[in-house]
């Protein structure tokens, strides 16, 4: 279960979002702290990207989202966001220092970077270690490259709470495992809250606080030993669930019993 913590944290109670007579989402009730990596887990079509859009504000709702920041109820949270796909052309000529200087200064791209913007642009850059990036085209980045480019613009100015979306999408391993290191650094220096949509359970098992298995309601939730285990998990996955390599020994061993063999 959540934490209780009530000095930073985002508190979302029965949250339903319907579209014409379908229900997306059901009475949705997840708790996330400050400090802390809350992976939310689900088939497609699921509501995880309604989730997120809804806390970003995008998405008419019932129920309630109440951000809490120093022990304070907050009305406009900082909240960094990284979308699953950043839509864009391909054949594009803009720069990654384009992408970050329209983000942290709303300046138009077509207008060109001044010197002191590239500079800034290269500072924000280089939290991530991305700044060689700056005179690259977006359509020439590899995966995770673009989501260390995406994290950063998410990171400016600093969040209390970071929405990131499929983050394993056309991310290789080496890429992805960078990935979630990053973000449990960012979590553990600057005690941001994360909720981390994603289908890569093997990386989230091994970084997240909690994990909540959403499927239109809150199906489960809790450490990752306890939910990858639970047999709710296991039905909305199916068999391939057990690939997982990155697995508390609980649930290893409950594999095991499952399978009768090693």
């Keep these: 279960m959540a934490r209780t913590c009530e000095h930073c944290c985002t508190k979302i109670d029965n949250l339903t979002v319907k579209f014409g007579g379908n229900t997306i989402l059901d009475k949705v009730n997840l708790h996330v702290n ?19 859009r809804t806390i ?67 500072g924000v850059l280089s939290l991530f270690t991305a700044e060689h990036l700056v005179k690259r085209r977006i359509g020439e980045l590899s995966g995770g490259e673009l989501q260390r480019v995406l994290l ?26 960078l990935f979630y290191e990053t973000v449990d650094g960012l979590r553990k220096k600057h005690d941001i809250a994360v909720i981390l949509v994603t289908h890569d359970l093997a990386g989230i098992s091994c970084y997240a606080d909690r994990i909540a ?15 990858l285990s639970d047999e709710k998990l296991v039905k909305t996955f199916g068999p391939s669930l057990w690939n997982i390599s ?17």
Excluded: H
């Design 152 to 177: 950063a613009i998410a990171m400016t100015p600093e969040p209390e709470l970071l929405l990131l979306d499929e983050p394993a999408s056309g991310v290789d391993v080496k890429g992805l495992s």
């Design 56 to 122: 970003l504000g995008e998405v008419p709702y019932q129920g309630k989202i109440n951000f809490r920041i120093e022990g304070r109820v907050s009305q406009a949270p900082k909240i960094g966001y990284v979308p699953q796909k950043l839509q864009f052309d391909l054949s594009s000529p803009i720069s990654v220092a384009d992408l970050v200087a329209a983000a942290i200064s709303r300046y138009p791209v077509w207008a060109g970077v001044g010197s002191d913007l590239l500079e800034k642009v290269k």
């Design 213 to 227: 298995l959403l499927n239109c309601s809150i199906v489960a939730e809790g450490e990752a030993k306890d939910v």
């Design 246 to 262: 990155c697995l508390p020994d609980s649930v290893s061993n409950n594999k095991k019993n499952k399978n009768g063999a090693d």
């Design 34 to 52: 400050c400090g802390e990596v809350v992976g939310v887990v689900g088939p497609n079509g699921a509501g995880k990207t309604t989730l997120l």
